[in-house]
């Protein structure tokens, strides 16, 4: 997960980057064809009152630079743009929030520190890949047992809810082989990242709040650090006693086991259960509002590729599932990632519309490489040289396992759809079990 950036969506919309002097880029160095360089129009306005000003005009009246999908991919060329303390958008929060370390989110390719963590947590994503499915399924299985109860008890079931408990679970059963609530963590694991979470994104956070008392709350002053420190230390403590075996590789690798630990725990709860939260009651939202027929489609599609595949669910089965993979890629674009280039509409036709099958067949596949949601093409991988997002074909992988789950268990289901400050509130109303 990237961070919140814009008033209307949570994620990394805008990508802030740094570009390097022009006597950085390579251009200059091999002699390339210079533009001449303009003075960028407008003014920084009043000292002190001008920045609060431009504050205001950017959270709540809505001004906002565009970029299309041809100028936007600049943003991933390391060697033209420097990434430098920008995950969280235009500020730092402060290190007190996350042990003192800049975490590798922070940090440039160009920083030594950059490449060793990436490539310990590709190490974490390779060694744990035998644990996904059967963890995915359990936790997965689990929530839906809770929804059908809820359902049948009250009518309605509230599934982002349940959503934070049964990602979180899972992402300790699959990245560290633990179950948080065995643990002295219990079920707290939602809560106190919900806390932390805020104090790292209360300067880019719309609550929803009265603007002016919302400005003086979040945006002002910094929270004092202290006041999530016991949070912290409590995630802390439950990824220090279950991640040893990363901790070993990461002194293999030149880092402290106690780096390692602050950058298992940002990238634990952080980037991927920050991510998670958002992104699956979306690929609800998406799949819900089509309705019936793509269910059907779905349904059908997923329950054939794991019959053909010996009833069991693999890697090799899932690749039988174009549709199911197409409408995770086509969801990842509507989720509000990069919400504008991505909608470009000299790029994608109904640009604004959910399309299941808009990248199926070769022409479609062509439309991947605008597909930009990991920081960088749909199409391209990350590297311990870029910063595109490390977990991306994790994220994929686990988005098309919760369809898989929804699929086999209902023919089709019914949501409502309401708003919340990180991503939709779904509300599960009624489901038919799966009839074949
Ligand atoms: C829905 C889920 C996710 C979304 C939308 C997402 C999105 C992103 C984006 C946009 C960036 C680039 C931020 C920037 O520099 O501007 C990023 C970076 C990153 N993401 Fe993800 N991410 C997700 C899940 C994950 C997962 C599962 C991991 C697991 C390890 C992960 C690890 C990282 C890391 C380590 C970086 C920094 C990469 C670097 O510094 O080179 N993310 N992510």
Redesign the pocket.
């Known amino acids: ?3 919140a950036t814009s008033p209307t969506s949570t ?2 919309s805008t ?3 740094t570009v390097r002097p022009v006597s950085d880029l390579p251009s200059e160095k091999t002699g390339e064809t210079k533009l001449p360089l303009k003075k960028i129009p407008g003014d920084y306005g009043l000292p002190f009152f001008g920045a609060i000003k431009d504050r205001l005009d950017y959270f709540y009246n809505q001004v906002i630079a565009l970029l299309d999908a041809k100028s936007f991919p600049v ?1 991933f060329d390391v060697s033209k743009v420097e ?1 430098k303390d ?2 969280t958008g235009t500020y730092m929060p402060s290190t007190k929030l996350t042990g003192g370390y800049r975490i ?4 440039d ?1 160009s920083e030594p520190k ?1 490449a060793k ?2 490539q310990l ?1 590709f190490f ?2 390779k060694s744990i890949k035998d644990r996904v499915f059967p963890e995915f399924e359990a936790c997965y299985t689990e929530l839906f047992a809770t929804v059908e109860k809820e359902v049948a008890a009250k009518g309605k079931s509230n599934f982002s809810t349940l959503n934070e408990q049964a990602a979180f679970n899972f992402l300790g059963r699959a990245y560290f082989g633990s179950n948080p609530p065995d643990t002295k963590l219990g079920t707290d694991g939602p809560s106190s990242i919900a806390k932390w979470v805020l104090f790292n994104l209360a300067p880019v956070l719309s609550l929803g709040l009265p603007k002016y008392i919302e400005d003086l709350l979040l945006h002002t002053f910094p929270l004092p650090a202290f006041l999530v420190k016991r949070d912290y230390n409590k995630l802390y403590d439950f990824i220090y006693q279950s991640s040893g075996f990363v901790q070993d590789e990461a002194e293999k690798l030149g880092l402290s086991r106690e780096e390692a630990c602050h950058n298992l725990l ?3 709860c952080f ?2 259960y ?3 939260k ?2 699956f009651p979306s690929i609800l939202k998406y799949i819900g509002q089509a309705g019936e027929e793509l269910h059907t489609k779905l349904a059908l599609e997923i329950r054939s590729a794991i019959k053909s595949n010996g009833g069991k669910l693999s890697m090799a089965a899932l690749e039988q599932m174009p549709l199911n993979e197409i409408c995770v890629k086509k969801g ?1 674009m509507l ?1 509000g ?2 919400p504008i280039a991505t909608k470009d509409r000299k790029v994608f036709e109904r640009a604004e519309e959910f399309v299941p099958d808009r990248f199926v067949g070769a022409d479609g596949e062509k439309l991947l490489k605008y597909v930009v ?3 960088g093409p749909e199409t391209e991988t ?1 590297s ?1 040289a ?7 074909e ?2 994929v992988l ?2 098309r396992l919760l369809v898989v789950q929804l699929f086999k268990r209902y023919d089709t289901f019914e949501i409502d759809v309401g708003t919340s400050p990180l991503g939709a509130a779904i509300t599960i109303k009624s489901f038919k079990r799966a009839s074949s």
């Open positions: 997960m990237a961070a994620r990394s990508h802030p980057a943003l990434k920008l995950f590798l989110s922070y940090l390719p950059h963590i990436k947590l974490l994503l940002f990238a634990t980037n991927t920050g991510g998670v958002i992104l990842e989720f990632f990069q949601w990991s920081n990350p311990v870029n910063k595109q997002c490390a977990g991306k994790f994220v686990i988005a």
